[in-house]
């Protein structure tokens, strides 16, 4: 595909100038909530490997189960080089994130004795690391997967009034998607009033934050199915009175 193209060429006149792939593995969050496929992540995953390039993945947004999977890249059976974690490190709780890294690039820091010296003055934080171990305890039991399994389906079902209507040319709505727990709105333009949706949705019990052209969820693995419906039911509320 394009993205693929576009690394391939950039890595083939430029890999030499170039110390790390970065890229957010089958979701890419803020940039706006796109899915895509695992053949393009082991297609990244191999020119990296061929141009002798670091990949850094940014599970932050999709770790620990929010995809359907632990993380996003065991998807597309790809390992990187260096992986960022954090928010449902602690379950949302405390400020954590982590960084992971191969043998190799550890030992690459690391040799002759040197030690990677970078880190906040609280990294490491007993408390934050208490949390996470508890976090992490939770997430191995496994219950999480039919959880997310669950979400997944509740999503799609209560996002799918949204949809515009093949032909209508006077719907709001580009598309709706759904992977795993993240369920996405895509408007065919941006919010027009940031403010005052938001404000409507408080009014209709929920908390929903939109930004640009997306009104999206990312709820948590223990909400049950009729607290999503209140999230969902708001949504597409809003969407068919042409609130957004």
Not at 47 to 59: A, N, Q, R, S
Request: proline share 5%; net charge negative; charged share 20%.
């Amino acid at each position: 595909d394009d993205c693929v193209a576009g690394a391939k060429a950039l890595l083939e006149t430029k890999g030499d100038q170039i110390a790390a792939l970065i890229v957010e593995p089958l979701v890419q969050g803020a940039g706006g909530m796109r899915f895509y496929s695992p053949e393009t992540l082991r297609a990244l995953r191999a020119l990296c490997d061929e141009h002798g390039v670091l990949m850094i993945l940014d599970e932050i947004a999709t770790g620990f189960g929010r995809t359907g999977s632990m993380f996003a890249c065991d998807r597309a059976g790809v390992v990187p080089d260096i992986m960022c974690v954090g928010k449902a490190l602690t379950g949302g709780y405390m400020t954590m994130g982590a960084t992971l890294a191969t043998d190799e690039v550890g030992e690459g820091v690391s040799s002759g004795g040197g030690v990677f010296m970078h880190g906040p003055t609280f990294m490491g934080n007993p408390l934050a690391c208490a949390v996470a171990g508890a976090s992490l305890d939770l997430l191995a039991s496994g219950a999480w997967r039919e959880r997310v399994c669950n979400i997944h389906g509740w999503l799609e079902a209560g996002l799918a009034p949204c949809v515009t209507p093949a032909g209508d040319p006077h719907g709001l709505v580009e598309d709706v998607r759904v992977f795993g727990a993240i369920g996405v709105v895509e408007l065919k333009r941006p919010v027009r009033d940031m403010a005052a949706l938001q404000a409507e949705f408080v009014a209709r019990g929920v908390w929903i934050r939109p930004f640009g052209k997306l009104v999206y969820l990312m709820p948590p693995f223990v909400m049950s199915e009729a607290e999503l419906g209140e999230l969902t039911t708001a949504i597409c509320g809003v969407v068919r009175e042409g609130l957004v």
